[in-house]
């Protein structure tokens, strides 16, 4: 499931994407000595697209700070998989969050929604949920978190579960790469509102598998040394470097990095962008049976239905439907 980027970009220029647009860059790290990947690496920033999504729900701060961070990790784990189609990010949870999706298509169209009972608020204050990571026990309870690549085809169709374990959506994040691709890894995500909107980062790093998609062997020092580093490295990354809107990605990840030779290739843009659309929307009707359609009509004679993660309502003729 996992391809790196041609190393022979390394060099590319980094004027390219804009400063400040969401993006999510690939880098790599080489070690010491040599050209060769050791470790590959992501920065995925979403704030403008996260800030536009969370204007349409308005979400407590709480919900808003983990939807972000959601929206982050997703981005930022779909360019380390080769597909064309969606890769998703879920999580169902029996606490005051119930369900809280994040995904992102192959060129970058991001979207997100989380549903949560009103009447169950957690005792998280805003100042709280301002400065630090998004609680997984405190907003989502227990539950599982599934991560699906889906390409639209019978056979292309990749899932992996977990339970939600750790404190926070990157563990939850890392557990799914333990169980399921067996491949070193470590990500770190944050999010954080700043004036109108918010600022949503997450990083990654993951040791360059030997053939058959395990690590690689012990006996090669130079990456088990690039490894203990790198790990080491983005430990250290605080919060308010990866929610600092001044602090262009290439600059964080030199910054962070600078001591494994970090080399960057092009960033692939993300934008907000809702794959609903009126013809989407008459096929499911299209499928219901006549009373099913008859219990949907509204006072206006119409059938209207708003999407859940771009608020979109459309009023579709039950008629019309049915042919």
């Known amino acids: 499931m996992f391809v790196e980027f041609d190393v022979a970009q390394k060099d590319t ?18 070690g010491e000595a040599g050209d060769s990947a050791l470790i590959r690496g992501r920065l995925a920033t979403v704030s403008g697209p996260a ?15 983990l939807q972000a961070e959601a929206l ?9 998989m080769k597909f064309d189609g969606v890769f998703t990010l879920q999580a169902k949870g029996n606490g005051f969050v119930k369900t809280l999706l994040a995904d992102v298509t192959s060129d970058g169209a991001l979207r997100g929604y989380a549903a949560f009972d009103n009447g169950a608020a957690p005792d998280i204050g805003d100042d709280m949920a301002a400065s630090m990571p998004a609680s997984v026990p405190a907003l989502l309870g227990t539950g599982y978190a599934a991560f699906t690549v889906d390409q639209g085809t019978e056979n292309g169709r990749y899932q992996g579960i977990v339970e939600l374990a750790g404190e926070t959506l990157s563990d939850v994040a890392m557990a799914w790469f333990a169980n399921s691709e ?10 954080a509102k700043q004036g109108g909107g918010w600022v949503a980062s997450a990083l990654m790093v993951q040791r360059v598998a030997a053939d058959g ?5 012990s006996s090669n020092a130079d990456q088990d040394d690039a490894w203990t580093t790198a790990e080491m490295l983005i430990r250290s990354v ?4 990866l929610v600092d809107p ?7 990840v030199f910054r962070l990095f600078n001591a494994l030779r970090p080399h960057v290739a092009p960033a692939q843009p993300v934008a907000d962008r809702c794959r609903c659309s009126p013809e989407k929307v008459e096929a499911v009707l299209a499928r219901m049976s006549a009373e099913e359609l008859a219990d949907l009509v509204a006072e206006s004679g119409m059938v209207e239905v708003t999407c859940e993660f771009c608020k979109t309502m459309r009023a579709i003729d039950p008629g019309l439907s049915r042919h």
């Not at 800030?51 to 700070?65: C, E, K, Q």
């Open 246 to 252: 001044a602090l262009a990605p290439e600059d964080l």
């Open 182 to 191: 067996q491949v070193d890894s470590h990500i770190v995500a944050a999010a």
């Open 213 to 217: 998609g395990r690590s690689s062997p």
């Open 13 to 30: 220029d980094l004027g390219t994407v804009a400063a400040g647009a969401a993006q999510i860059l690939p880098f790599y790290l080489a």
């Open 51 to 65: 800030t536009s999504i969370l204007a349409r729900h308005g979400y407590p701060d709480a919900v808003a700070s």
């Open 238 to 241: 605080t919060r308010d470097e």
């Open 72 to 80: 982050a990790i997703a981005a930022c784990l779909s360019t380390f």
